[in-house]
């Protein structure tokens, strides 16, 4: 027997988690209303909630700081790369 298993977008967990939030209904009816398991929107709900004050605190301002670094890094080391795969391949030509 498989398990199906659906992917949901960012967006439809948010939307599904900020209901349960307001908690103007309860998580069966959401889970009704939404197709989803009530396991699966307590965990979005959870998760939202814990993510939320790092929006207001800059903590993503330092995440997207440190993942401009990285890209960064890993452009200049595929430069260096392209750098060194090309003389490589020149000298390996002067060989033949």
């Known amino acids: 027997m498989g398990v199906n298993r659906k ?3 960012a967006g ?3 939307k599904v988690a900020l209901e349960a939030a307001k908690q103007e209904k309860t998580i069966a009816q959401l889970s009704g209303l939404f197709g989803v398991h009530s396991n ?3 965990k979005w709900k959870k998760h ?3 993510e ?3 929006i207001f605190s800059g903590m993503h ?3 997207n700081k440190d993942s401009e670094k990285l890209i960064e ?3 200049r ?3 260096q790369l392209k750098v060194e795969l090309d003389w490589l391949k020149k000298k390996s030509e002067q060989l033949c």
């Open 12 to 14: 439809f967990k948010a």
């Open 40 to 42: 699966m929107i307590t």
């Open 61 to 63: 301002k330092k995440a």
């Open 7 to 9: 992917s949901h977008s």
């Open 52 to 54: 939320l004050p790092g």
């Open 48 to 50: 939202m909630l814990q």
């Open 73 to 75: 890094e890993l452009y």
């Open 77 to 79: 080391q595929i430069g």
